[in-house]
């Protein structure tokens, strides 16, 4: 081999890419790693939102052998404690309790040392693949696909290739690791007040796979489905409705839906159920009442109680938090508020009771209806337009 064949192929490769070609390749092999991560580890593996054929599952499996070295049972392990531990101290990952800056920056090396804890791998492991090839290549040789995945890409590319194996090796520490375990329970907006603090980074779930919708998933963690508003998109679910069209994957499980029956004026049984089956969307509806009673009150709170407009932004924060969580001093920010405004302290308190009628497992069925009816009456006596229109719609719920 000659010189110039030599720096040819380090230039080119085997294949010899344009620079827009690499480009191109490195995107489209990335998210491969993204679709194999959220459709067979998170939503096959850890949450048992669908059953996957053989065939998918086996190219999920080589594929992140080759691209990122996991473990099926450690990632499986690690998330499932994550959900049980969630923004608590036995939280893996959690920014909460580890600072945003320690998980979106070291999020990968979190991820290694819980994988470490035997007893997270013993508890919360179960169920995930321990055949001859699991056992003998994918775990026992993890390092070793990523390793293989390095000559391949300096065989077909050159010298460049091994830039865009570093990509692929950061790919899932930067987005999944950091951005959807950082982020994601730090920053964005929530569909649902769900008891952890997981947000929807942006509605639009194309470049981590749907993961992007994250206090979605956490309020239903074993949907299939991570979308859940007509203006959200999750990518991972149509490559699942694809792989279940070819009859390569079978939906388990979606996020309930509630359905209604219009003009029904007294809240049955059918109701108490639909209500506390339908619960996140419920409270979801009832924040968006809050929102319009905060409207109309807001006006009368800085012309005559001239409350500062500081103050009352902070407020607006508080009322939208579940006060169970709300610290003293917070508490008390409510009860200044309140002095000003018996709208928003009716609002406040019948959005507490109507969260207790489902947490009161003790309470027989006829009991809970009773208390459920006792707060539709109470609601429509209020005189408070938005809290009125609300349980008009709860009485509705079918």
Known sequence: MTLSSILEFLSNGLVGLTAWQVVVYTLVVTHITIASVTIYLHRHQAHRALDLHAIPSHFFRFWLWLTTGQVTKEWAAIHRKHHAKCDTEEDPHSPVTRGIRKVLFEGAELYRIESKNMETMD??????????IERNVYTRFSWQGIALLFVINFALFGVIGITIWAIQMAWIPITAAGIINGIGHYWGYRNYDCADAATNIIPFGILIGGEELHNNHHTFATSAKLSSKWYEFDIGYFYIRVLETLGLAKIKK????????????VADFDTLQSVI?????????????????????????????????????????????????????????????????KALETMHNMRVELGAIWERSHFTRDQLLQQLQDWCTRAEASGIKSLQEFSMRLRSYA
């Open 123 to 132: 508890k919360y492991g179960h169920g995930t693949p321990s055949d001859w």
């Open 254 to 265: 979606l996020a309930p839906k509630p359905s209604f029956e219009q003009g029904k004026m």
């Open 277 to 341: 089956a339908n619960r996140y969307d419920v409270m979801a509806k009832y924040a968006k009442s809050f929102k319009h009673a905060w409207r109309e009150e807001v006006t009368h709170l800085k012309e005559k109680a001239q409350l500062e407009s500081r103050f009352l932004k902070s407020s607006r924060k508080l009322l939208k938090r579940d006060p169970a969580k709300l610290e003293a001093s917070h508490k008390q920010q409510l009860v200044e508020l309140f002095e000003h405004s």
